[in-house]
C-alpha cells in the first residue's frame, strides 16, 4: 500500500483481556518495526523484524507480549492478560531492507480500563 | 547509561522567529542520528538522518547539524504549519534507536 495502515486505530479493552493490533507495512519493505509510545514520550522499541523472523526482540517488557509476521508482510502484535499499564499508542513501522529513515503508521491507541 | 536529552520541553515562537532545538546524546558506538516530525494523533515522520560530527542537512525551513555531543535542529522564519513534536533519536553499536522525548513547537501567526 501507499503508506504504513495500522489497525485498530483505537482500542479499548478490560484488564485481564487479550489483544490483537495489526499493521499492514509498505510493500515491498522487509523490515517492520513495532513501538510503543506514551504521552509525552518518545517511542520505545519493542521488536524488529527482517523477513517473517523477529531479528531483535529485547524491547517486549515481558512474555505477555508476542508477535507475529508469518508471510513477511502484515504482523500482529498480541499482548495477554492486558494490565493498565500497557495503556499507550503502539507504533509499527517499516523500512527498505532494514534502513532507519522509517515510515511509520499513526499507530494504534491502547487503553485498557 | 546511553541517554537522548531533547530541550525546550516547548518552545513558543510567533511566525517568522526563527530559533533552534537540541538534542544531547551520550550513547557509546553512535552509528547515526535522526529527526522525525511527529503531529497529534500521527506516527512519527522522518525528517533527516546525519552520520558524522559536522554534517549537515537541509529542507526548507529546517536545517540539522551535528556535533560529537549534540544536535541542533535550527528553524528559521518558521510558518503555523511547522507547529509539531520534534523527536530526535540515536542509533546505538546494536542498531536500536533511543528515541528523545520531544520538543513542541508551536509558531503563532
Known amino acids: 500500500g501507499a503508506g504504513v495502515s495500522q489497525t485498530p486505530s483505537n482500542k479499548v479493552t478490560e484488564k485481564g483481556k487479550y489483544v490483537e493490533l495489526r499493521c499492514d507495512p509498505i510493500?515491498?519493505?522487509?523490515?517492520l518495526y513495532w513501538y510503543r509510545q506514551s504521552l509525552g514520550q518518545g517511542p520505545e522499541f519493542l521488536i524488529y523484524?527482517?523477513?517473517?523472523?523477529?531479528?531483535?526482540d529485547s524491547g517486549l517488557p515481558n512474555d505477555r507480549f508476542f508477535a507475529v509476521r508469518p508471510e513477511g508482510s502484515v504482523s500482529t502484535l498480541k499482548i495477554q492478560r492486558t494490565e493498565r499499564g500497557d495503556s499507550a499508542v503502539y507504533l509499527c513501522?517499516?523500512?527498505?531492507?532494514?534502513?532507519?529513515?522509517?515510515?511509520f503508521g499513526s499507530g494504534t491507541r491502547l487503553t485498557v480500563v | 547509561e546511553d541517554q537522548v536529552t531533547q530541550s525546550p520541553e516547548a518552545l513558543r515562537l510567533q511566525e517568522g522567529e526563527s530559533s533552534s532545538l537540541n538534542c544531547s546524546y551520550t550513547?557509546?558506538?553512535?552509528?547515526?542520528l535522526f529527526w522525525y516530525r511527529q503531529d497529534p494523533g500521527k506516527g512519527p515522520e522522518f525528517l533527516f538522518t546525519l552520520y558524522s560530527a559536522g554534517e549537515e542537512k537541509e529542507k526548507e525551513r529546517l536545517k540539522a547539524t551535528l556535533t560529537k555531543k549534540e544536535s541542533f535542529l535550527h528553524i528559521t522564519a518558521p510558518k503555523p504549519e511547522d507547529s509539531a513534536t520534534y523527536l530526535c533519536a540515536v542509533l546505538r553499536s546494536n542498531y536500536q534507536l533511543i528515541w528523545g522525548a520531544g520538543t513542541k513547537l508551536i509558531i503563532k501567526p
Open positions: 513501522a517499516s523500512s527498505q531492507q532494514g534502513g532507519f529513515g522509517y515510515t
Open positions: 523484524f527482517q523477513g517473517t523472523g523477529a531479528a531483535d
Open positions: 510493500s515491498g519493505h522487509t523490515a
Open positions: 550513547v557509546s558506538g553512535l552509528r547515526g
